[in-house]
């Protein structure tokens, strides 16, 4: 019934003769449909079928605007079309295949030089600035022109407020949130981290100008060695230098972040997670080793702490590991056979050693938790304490020996002044490593630069759970909390007990030595 419905508002529309209906000749109904590939994975599949219900109608033509390997993808997920299936479907309903020319440089230039010297920009917008913008748009010209949309309308609004703006320094800022987001939302928009940043950047220029350099000696220079990975990125110098952001030219700045927040949409917690996760991730993928101060220790003074559920405490001066035992010290206590020498071994450590057959810490293989900069993890009380001994076997310069810090020193150490966490009192899921900013494993040591204590010991909030050298009922407790854990959990007064030959994925230690 459909079909002969559909058959004759066909020819009627076409307005064909009855005798010419068998033939596709004379005219056509083309039926475009565009940004297929924007649909959900499972529309398009219904599309698609429900176009192959016309494909015998002659008369009628269907053109498709979609990339092409999203209609694939979106055939192979559906469970009724294996790989080869959604080939051979495809094959027989796109019968002419026409790929667009990729935009580039050569072919896009002629398009942008238009469309600024429409807004008549030609004298402040140079090659060298439209060059860098170009592949940031990916040469699209649809987001080129919702760039300069965008900026033209904050700009009307930036100098009907006063605050005059020039548009190319509008532009470099907007094209410089779009290519490095992360950066630009948790260090760019920061006035203070900024001001670090542009301290930090100075230093790499001035180290990089000669023909060689050594870019472990600039990562010693610098404040956050971690930027390097964008002071390497010659795109955002390139925009930074054109924005010629200094002490001096401050104010700019300031009108900047004030405009382009107040015109941002508001994002919801969730999605700035993301963004920062991202950040952090694109920091650890630039960094190959552990901070240089990695085995590093950091004074505590003594006084009377009040480290609430445990009661006021007289501590005596000792000094705390600036960051978790990582992997790569680890790795030297194992290279020096610290599993297999007895004397590095309590009793109760060797005979759980041999029970369990242990040769390395758990998880060692895993690439999730195994990177030189990461706390290492997988490690019982009992492999914390021959670490220890092998340490202190090789008659280091430490005052006195190292040793696992009591619960109350950690205390100390992380919640000085009553901090609940040890940046602070108030929870910030971007400050440190856990559950909410769902990393999925550890992260490698110091990256969190904001989450120091005022002291400079790092991530004791998140990240590992931390063995300490207090007993509880036979087991031993742990501080901390880690990537795994809420904000409860993370408090500073957040604390477990664990049987000393537990070894979790989330479970590390820190050394500490008295004064």
Not at 170 to 188: A, D, H, R, S
Not at 380 to 404: G, M, Q, Y
Request: aromatic share 12%; proline share 3%; hydrophobic share 40%.
């Amino acid at each position: 019934m459909f079909k002969n419905s559909f058959d004759e508002v066909l020819w009627e529309y076409l307005e064909v003769k009855d005798n010419e209906k068998d033939k596709d000749t004379q005219a056509a109904l083309v039926i475009f449909i565009d940004d297929l590939d924007r649909c959900p994975l499972p529309k398009i599949v219904n599309i698609l079928e429900t176009i192959k219900l016309f494909m015998d109608k002659k008369g009628c033509i269907f053109v498709l605007g979609a990339a092409k390997e999203i209609i694939e993808k979106a055939m192979q997920n559906d469970s009724r079309y294996d790989a080869k299936d959604a080939d051979e479907f495809l094959e027989k309903i796109i019968q002419i295949n026409f790929p667009l020319p990729k935009k580039i440089k050569e072919n896009s230039g002629d398009f942008i030089k238009e469309l600024v010297a429409r807004l008549g920009l030609e004298i402040v917008l140079d090659d060298k600035i439209l060059n860098v913008i170009l592949p940031i748009m990916e040469f699209n010209p649809r987001r080129i022109i919702a760039l300069f949309n965008d900026v033209s309308l904050q700009l009307a609004i930036v100098n009907h407020n006063e605050n005059g703006i020039a548009y190319k320094k509008l532009l470099l800022w907007k094209t410089l949130e779009k290519y490095e987001k992360g950066l630009f939302n948790t260090v760019i928009k920061e006035r203070k981290y900024f001001i670090q940043f542009l301290e930090d950047l100075k230093i790499y220029e001035e180290s990089t100008a000669g023909a060689e350099y050594d870019e472990v000696e600039i990562k010693k220079q610098l404040k956050n060695p971690d930027w390097i990975v964008y002071f390497n990125d010659t795109d955002i110098r390139l925009l930074l230098s054109e924005l010629d952001f200094n002490m001096e030219h401050i104010g700019d700045y300031d009108i900047l972040v004030h405009h382009t927040a107040t015109l941002e949409p508001e994002v919801s917690e969730e999605e700035e997670l993301e963004v920062f996760l991202k950040y952090i991730k694109k920091i650890e993928r630039s960094i190959k080793d552990a901070p240089g101060d990695y085995k590093e220790f950091i004074s505590v003074a003594d006084g009377k702490y009040d480290l609430e559920e445990l009661g006021e405490a007289k501590i005596r001066p000792f000094a705390l590991g600036k960051y978790s035992v990582t992997n790569k010290w680890f790795r030297e206590f194992m290279n020096e056979g610290g599993y297999t020498k007895d004397k590095l071994w309590s009793p109760d450590g060797i005979k759980w050693l041999r029970k369990m057959r242990i040769t390395e810490p758990a998880y060692w293989q895993d690439k999730q938790f195994y990177h030189p900069g990461k706390p290492v993890i997988g490690v019982s009380w009992w492999e914390a304490e021959a670490f220890i001994n092998w340490i202190n076997s090789k008659k280091s310069n430490f005052i006195t020996s190292v040793r696992l810090p009591t619960e109350e020193e950690w205390l100390a150490a992380a919640g000085k002044e009553k901090r609940t966490y040890s940046w602070g009192n108030e929870w910030n899921p971007a400050h440190c490593n856990n559950s909410e900013l769902d990393m999925g494993s550890t992260s490698i040591v110091g990256i969190f630069g904001n989450d120091n204590t005022p002291d400079g010991i790092s991530d004791m909030t998140g990240n590992v759970w931390e063995w300490t050298s207090t007993k509880d009922y036979g087991a031993c407790v742990i501080c901390g909390g880690s990537w795994g854990s809420d904000a409860e959990l993370c408090r500073v007064s957040g604390r477990g007990s664990y049987h000393p030959g537990d070894r979790g994925n989330g479970i590390g230690f820190r050394l500490a030595h008295g004064l």
